[in-house]
Every structure is written in C-alpha cells, then in structure tokens.
C-alpha cells in the first residue's frame, strides 16, 4: 500500500514536469534586438574629457568642466588673431566639435543662413589654422567602448 501511495504521488510530478523542457529558448536574433532596443543611441556613458577634468566624480560636473575647458582654450587661441578686425560685427561664433574614438578632434565653424557678410572660406581657414596643439582627449564612452560625440561651443571673441 505504500508503494501505491508513493507511486501516485510522485505520478502526477513526473507528466507534469515535462511542461518545463518544452519552453521556447529565444533565438540570438531575438535577443540581439531586444537589447539593442534597449540601448539609448542619444546618450554616452562618459562624455570626452581631458587628464584636468578626470578627478572630478560627478558626471554632470566633469562635463561641465570639460566645456568650460574646450571654450576658454578655443578663445584664447583665437583671441589672437585678426578674426575679430576683419569681422568687427562678429562676436560669437558657434564651434561644432567632434571627438572621434581615436581621440583626434576636428573643429567646424557654424554660420548662420544668412552668413553672406562673412567671408566663411577664410574664417574656416583661420579656425583650422589657430585650433591646432590641443592636448590629449579622451573619447566619449559607451558600453566601454571609444565612440564619436559631436557637441556645439558657443566661443565669444570679443571679450568686453
């Protein structure tokens, strides 16, 4: 009699454990995008920043001192020039920056639409020529991999 209860007891566990094998194990494709859906492609997890700027913590404040770094170091070099006799009428100018995983910097001047007053051939020229000797960036990072980050610095030339 034992036996018996034993045996129908145990019965039902054995069908009924069977349901777990037959679960669908999801494809690589599947979770490959899954995850890559997951991702937020708008966002870095650190941002560039240069050897000054890496003790700092906090994330927002090391980015903001990296900033403020990149603004002051692109206004001195181009206090310097003749880029504000030529233009009198140009007091700020708008940067793009772009970082690349190599930690190489190229810098693009931005005009605006009606920009036919400025000469944009020659300022690009001064820019490109003024904004060399920068030192060592590290690149933006992103799931621990070096990636390319773009960002717009406003730069004053005329400091009143």
Do not use: H
Request: glycine share 2%.
């Amino acid at each position: 009699m034992r036996k018996i209860t034993l045996i129908l007891f145990f019965l039902p566990l054995l069908f009924s454990s069977c349901q777990y094998f037959d679960k669908q194990v999801p494809s690589e494709k599947e979770l490959l995008q899954k995850e890559l859906k997951a991702i937020n492609w708008k966002e870095v997890d650190e941002f560039p920043s240069i050897a000054g700027c890496e003790k700092i913590e906090d994330k927002t404040l090391r980015q903001q001192c990296f900033f403020e770094y990149m603004t002051q170091l692109i206004q001195q070099k181009l206090s310097v020039d003749t880029l504000s006799i030529l233009y009198p009428e140009l007091d700020t100018i708008e940067v793009k920056v772009t970082v690349y995983p190599n930690s190489r910097i190229m810098f693009e001047p931005l005009f605006p639409k009606d920009s036919v007053a400025y000469d944009t051939i020659k300022i690009d020229s001064i820019l490109k020529a003024r904004l060399v000797g920068f030192p060592k960036i590290n690149p933006a990072i992103k799931r621990g991999i070096p990636v390319k980050t773009q960002f717009i610095l406003p730069v004053i030339l005329k400091v009143e």
